[in-house]
């Protein structure tokens, strides 16, 4: 039996629908998450300051520092930690 060009259309057509809903989003998933970094900040992409990505050995280190902040008195954990001053005009 002979395979006519209808034929083929149709089995693109379901094959690219259904890679859609299953499998094919994931893979989307990660090659955004890898060009979103590459986008410069000025343009919409990370700030210098964002925390590192779950899953990365910065993320853990990141993690074990903020923890080790958190336990210190507030006295100790330094200027970056404590909240701006609030000025009487914010408040009105």
């Given at each position: 039996?002979?395979?006519?060009?209808?034929?083929?259309?149709?089995?693109?057509t379901v094959a690219?629908?259904?890679?859609?809903?299953?499998?094919?989003?994931?893979?989307?998933?990660?090659?955004?998450?890898?060009?979103?970094d590459a986008i410069p900040a000025a343009i919409g992409g990370m700030p210098a300051d964002a925390p590192p990505r779950p899953g990365t050995a910065k993320y853990d280190e990141y993690m074990r520092e903020r923890e080790r902040?958190?336990?210190?008195?507030?006295?100790?954990?330094?200027?970056?930690?404590k909240p701006a001053p609030a000025t009487q005009d914010a408040a009105r």
């Open positions: 039996m002979p395979t006519s060009a209808r034929h083929i259309v149709t089995i693109l690219l629908a259904g890679c859609g809903v299953s499998g094919c989003g994931t893979i989307s998933e990660k090659i955004a998450a890898g060009v979103t902040k958190r336990l210190l008195p507030a006295s100790e954990r330094g200027e970056e930690a």
